[in-house]
């Protein structure tokens, strides 16, 4: 599975790729350190008993809890010294994973939300969240009501059917987030605004980018899927100059790069032919991490009228990653 780190922090994943969903990045590393509680230097939470009648999705979840303890712990382990800035923020999330009893503690409080939304193709798709603390309940159930009206506008768009059969969010184990797979691991939301400041991406855009991931790797395509659903729920029309949220976009500027220039061609051309651009590149899969490829370039080219093409194609020489 490919995992979109889509963070304003240094991760590892993050080092080699773009770091491009908002706020500030990390600055030189240090030689924090953190040591698990327990002798020996190994969590080892033991597997609770997962009571019976719950959904296959959330059994498979739940079954999953210690082996993404293990992850997430690892990732906030080789984090923390890239992010000293952020070093209470990653202790705290530490502490709460190197509590032993954390798995049987989630199942036995059932820390966990169920929702649902209806793909196009009349199947339902469960957004399932599971959280580590009781004190995130109502903020993940809030995370999981983003989220639903999100997919039919992702599969409208692209007029295709969510890729995967069910969305899981482990939320707030870990600092930023990433996705992959239809699974998305979310800073919870406290946190995040509570270190960021108002000029933050919205953090329900974080998770509208990172579902959109799903269909889409690269980072500045996906960025207009995220803009166009975070404002579209939130009643704007597609007429992409009433979007109220758009990454600063400064519409029509020769500077304008990433985002910003798909802005400027869906303004150009107008949203029902960037749609279809977007499905005529979707073959492709732009991928990410990298810069548009001269084939995605000119897929995307030849779906526009020809009046339009040259001035499109410069903006797309501008996206970048
Ligand atoms: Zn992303």
Redesign the pocket.
Known sequence: MTR?A?SALLSATALAATI??GGSSATAPTSATTTPTNSGGIIVWPQPAIPPGLSSSLTTMLQGLTVYFAQALTSLQTDLPRNPQLASQFQAKIVILQNEQLAVDIVNAHRWFEGQATSTNARVVPIIVVFPVEGMRVEAADAVHALEPTMPLLERFYNLPLPVSVVRVWYGFVLGNS?GGGTIYSEDRSGYELRTTSTRLPYDAILT??LG?TYMGH?SL??FLELYTYNAVRGASTDVRSWSYTRSWSPGAPSNTGVSALLDICQLIGFDAMQTAYRAIYPLHPA?GAVLSPNVIDAFVASVPLAQQPAVRAKLDSVGF
């Open positions: 979109r889509c491009s969903c996705s980018h990172e991931h980072e996906n960025q990410y």
